[in-house]
């Protein structure tokens, strides 16, 4: 079993497929949710699957670096971290801990759409095409080497709300597999 952080500080979709996934279940070892957000939904999600979780509030420590340093106190081990939904850059300091293992998934065709809002700034845009990355994670917001892409075609019939639905439902698909394929290439 390989012994692995998840990052996420939402809602925890993404967080709760990958921690259900049955083949992933044979594979790795969450050792906990690192969450960012007291108040985000994810931690009940942890709770129920009894998966232990940090709670770390950036607000209660003097600097980024106190705030990582905590995190990093409590994940010393663990082999790669899955961001989920983390809504928070990492520093080359933390990425310097944890060379090539950490990997993002954003909702969009990257280089597209970096940061915040992608789908409805895609969807306002009118691309034909909306799709998610998976990526290494390097200093760059949503940069870092890209490991697997998909897309679907937009249909402007549907609203906003349910082509974000169908983004979570590719994430979904495509964020388990393509840990797997990481985990057993490597
Ligand atoms: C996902 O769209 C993910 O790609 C992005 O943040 C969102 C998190 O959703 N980085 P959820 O909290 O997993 O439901």
Known sequence: MIDVAIFASG???????LATNPELKNLINIRCLVCDNPKASVIEKAKLLNIETLIVNPKNFDSKIDYEKYILENIEDVKYIFLAGYMRIISPYFLGK??????????S????YKGKDSIKRAFEDKVEFIGISIHYVNEEVDGGQILAQDKFRVDYKLSL????????ELEHRLYPKNIIKILTDN
């Open 11 to 17: 809602t925890g979709s993404n967080f709760y497929n």
């Open 98 to 107: 944890f060379k090539g293992k950490i990997v993002n998934i954003h909702p």
């Open 109 to 112: 065709l990257l280089p597209l």
């Open 161 to 168: 709300d349910e082509v974000t639905q169908k983004v979570h």
